[in-house]
């Protein structure tokens, strides 16, 4: 763990950083030179010109900037590198604690913004590999004829519940043939706001009055505590809740007479 000097510059924090630094003690050692100068040599310090000062103000903005991490963040995600610019940014205009302050603020955005439009996908069936996955992800990925399996891949919360429900819903209208059964893979969503399960009731009732059956699969205690609460449980229907997605594939080909796996 590191951090900055309360109530001092950001040339002693490059300055401790470049000595290898890696305790409070700096801190320490650092007050009692401060003490000697200013008690035994503030006539000396005063001849130092202040151009030299300068020069350990620009020294410490460099020793900061670390361009290597700058390249790190580009290789992993845009965002990454957007909000890491904008953090310098921050720090170099407003100050080391407003800089942080704005660099948490962005943060806390950009993670709201990633909640609000995450992944999803249909799952099918793939030659050779065991479980359902992505077709998007596998071009030899085929699905259950009449059934579409449909994964939204977070917590389900205000951010993204419309966004849930108009995804789920084009899953549908753009599967290849008709659509008896909408089984949602719910292992993503281990978590719910009110706001969501509204969407979800919503959902249900959109595929309903399509004449779509609603099934829910991987659903996990909290989660069926949550529907309880919300009164969704009686109207999803017990029967249409299941523990696995295996079984909720095997409940749709019971009920269509194709018990083959």
Avoid at 66 to 74: D, H, L, P
Avoid at 120 to 127: I, T
Avoid at 138 to 165: M, T
Wanted: glycine residues 6%; neutral net charge; proline residues 5%.
């Amino acid at each position: 763990m590191q951090g900055f000097p309360v109530s001092s510059s950001g040339s002693r924090t490059a300055l401790g950083d470049s000595t290898g630094c890696r305790s409070q003690l700096f801190s320490l050692i650092a007050f009692v030179f401060v003490l000697i100068v200013l008690l035994l040599a503030h006539g000396a310090l005063s001849l130092v010109p202040r151009a030299a000062l300068g020069a350990l103000v620009v020294y410490a903005a460099i020793k900061l900037v670390n361009v290597s991490e700058y390249r790190r963040f580009a290789r992993f995600r845009r965002s990454e590198l957007v909000l890491a610019l904008s953090t310098t940014l921050a720090v170099l205009g407003l100050g080391v604690l407003y800089g942080i302050l704005a660099a948490v603020a962005l943060s806390i955005l950009d993670l709201l913004h990633r909640v609000a439009h995450p992944h999803d996908g249909v799952l099918g069936f793939v030659p050779g590999v065991p479980g359902m996955h992505d077709i998007d992800d596998y071009p030899n990925a085929s699905p259950v004829p009449g059934l579409v399996v449909y994964r939204y891949d977070a917590p389900l919360c205000f951010a993204n519940a419309e966004d849930f429900r108009r995804r789920a819903i084009s899953a549908v209208t753009t599967a290849g043939e008709p659509v008896e059964w909408f089984i949602l893979s719910a292992e993503a969503n281990v978590d719910v706001d009110l706001t969501a399960l509204d969407a979800l009731e919503r959902l249900r009732k959109d595929l309903s009055d399509k004449g779509i059956v609603f099934v829910m699969a991987r659903v996990k205690q909290d989660l069926r505590d949550a529907l309880d609460a919300a009164d969704l449980l009686p109207r999803i229907g017990e029967t249409r809740i299941f523990v696995t997605l295996p079984t909720a594939i095997d409940a749709f080909r019971v009920r269509h007479g194709d018990i083959k796996t």
